[in-house]
Nanobody, 115 residues
């Protein structure tokens, strides 16, 4: 069984920074793309950033230049460095990984940007 565990969420003031982490554990043969999604109350879950196994990245327009996704394949971990945070970044953030040719999701971590 595969499990994704996220950490790093919390409350931060506008302009602040947070770093999210997501570690995969269990019976893992291969991990393909990794990504972060977010869902604000009453809205759909949207892609924030995605990184391929080879390191190619893509970002939502709303976070370009502020967020950076990275991965450590040896640790089965994906990170999301979030800088210059805005109130509209407030949401539950979910990590996603393609593991053993199946999609897996973390449980979500709350990020709240407020003064």
């Amino acid at each position: 069984q595969v499990q994704l565990v996220e950490s790093g969420g919390g409350l931060v003031q506008p302009g602040g920074s947070l770093r999210l982490s997501c570690v995969a554990s269990g019976s893992i043969s291969s991990i393909g793309a990794m990504g972060w999604y977010r869902q604000a109350p009453g809205k759909q879950r949207d892609l924030v950033a995605r990184i391929s196994r080879g390191g190619s990245t893509n970002y939502a327009d709303s976070v370009k230049g502020r967020f950076t996704i990275s991965r450590d394949n040896a640790k089965n971990t994906v990170y999301l460095q979030m800088n210059s945070l805005k109130p509209e970044d407030t949401a539950v953030y979910y990590c996603n990984m393609l593991i053993n040719v199946r999609d897996y999701w973390g449980q979500g971590t709350q990020v709240t940007v407020s003064s």
